[in-house]
C-alpha cells in the first residue's frame, strides 16, 4: 500500500474511535436518564370512588393521566404551602 492510502485508513479508523466514543458517551447518558426516571418514589392510594371521579374528569379536561394528575395536583399543594 501506499503512504496516501496508509494514510487515510489511519485517518478513517481515527474516526471510527471518535464516533464509538461518542455512541459509547450517548448510551451512558441516556442511561442516566432512565436511571433517574425509575428513581421516582411509588406509593398506594386509597380514594373514594367519588373523588377517584371527579379526579379522573378533572384529569381528562388537561389531557394528562389520572396519575399525572394526582403528582400534579400534589406539586401545586407543595408549592403553595412554601409559599406561606
Avoid: G
Avoid at 14 to 26: G, H, V
Amino acid at each position: 500500500m501506499t503512504d496516501s492510502i496508509k494514510e487515510k485508513e489511519e485517518h478513517l479508523q481515527e474516526r471510527l474511535d471518535r464516533i464509538k466514543a461518542l455512541e459509547d458517551e450517548i448510551k451512558k447518558r441516556e442511561k442516566a436518564l432512565k436511571d433517574k426516571e425509575k428513581s421516582r418514589k411509588q406509593m398506594i392510594l386509597r380514594l373514594s370512588p367519588s373523588l377517584w371521579s371527579e379526579i379522573a374528569a378533572w384529569a381528562e379536561e388537561d389531557f394528562r393521566s389520572i396519575n399525572s394528575q394526582v403528582e400534579y395536583l400534589l406539586n401545586e399543594c407543595v408549592k403553595a404551602r412554601k409559599k406561606k
